[in-house]
Nanobody, 123 residues
């Protein structure tokens, strides 16, 4: 059974940082791409970043460039999303998801999803 569990969300002030974790089980990261998505209230879920099975990284939100960094620890079967200089507009539920091999920015391309972790950026 493929399982993804996100953690690391919380309340942070504008300008602060958070590191989200996506721990996976039932498969290995050298076979699946892991994408990070977010969904703000009243908005559609959008792709944020992705780490392919071969190690390629993709960023999908222009506002995250230079602030968000995706990384992977194969030994821990965990993918991270480091978020710096957070803004109120980053407030959302953040999800990780898995699909075979290649990254995609599209929600429908992913087969397996975690339960999400809430990120709130507010003073």
């Amino acid at each position: 059974q493929l399982l993804l569990v996100e953690s690391g969300g919380g309340l942070v002030q504008p300008g602060g940082s958070l590191r989200l974790s996506c721990a996976v089980s039932g498969f290995t990261l050298d076979s699946y791409a892991i994408g990070w998505f977010r969904q703000a209230p009243g908005k559609e879920r959008e792709g944020v970043s992705c780490f392919s099975s071969s190690g390629n990284r993709r960023n999908y939100v222009d506002s995250g460039k230079g602030r968000f960094t995706i990384s992977r620890d194969n030994a821990k079967n965990t993918v991270y999303l480091q978020m710096n200089s957070l803004k109120p507009e980053d407030t959302a539920i953040y999800y990780c998801a898995a699909r075979p091999s290649y990254c995609s920015p599209y929600v429908t391309a992913y087969d397996y999803w975690g339960q999400g972790t809430q990120v709130t950026v507010s003073s």
